[in-house]
């Protein structure tokens, strides 16, 4: 990142770009700064609504990453689900639970037969 002077004295940063084989345009030109031609309560503004929404973007990185927050919300999920296949379909929703149950057996049977020809 390289750093001029504008014509007034200022510093003005910028990066330089990469340009397309044969283009001859001047590059050495003075960097034009955006915020220059804004009055102090447009800079205000604008620096209140960028802080607004870096505070949104926070609290949705925040709430993404609160895994007690997220746990409770997939279970209110389920529940919800189970309350409705319960009114909707009661069988299929006694086949699920069977085969939940049946699968838990299983794996827990398997983890208890290897675990027992480790230890002999």
Excluded: C
Excluded at 25 to 38: H, L
Excluded at 64 to 85: C, D, E, F, H
């Amino acid at each position: 990142m390289t750093s001029t002077r504008t014509s007034d004295g200022r510093r003005a940063s910028h990066r330089p770009t990469s340009r397309a084989v044969g283009d001859s345009r001047d590059t050495s030109s003075e960097v034009v700064n955006p915020f220059d031609s804004m009055s102090r309560k447009e800079l205000i503004e604008h620096l209140e609504a960028t802080r607004a929404r870096l505070s949104s973007n926070l609290d949705l990185v925040e709430d993404k990453l609160n895994v007690p927050k997220q746990m409770g919300i997939a279970s209110r999920r389920l529940r919800r689900q189970i309350r409705v296949m319960r009114k909707e379909n009661p069988l299929g929703l006694a086949a699920a639970v069977a085969g939940t149950v049946v699968a838990v057996g299983v794996v827990g049977y398997l983890v208890v037969r290897i675990t027992s020809r480790r230890m002999w």
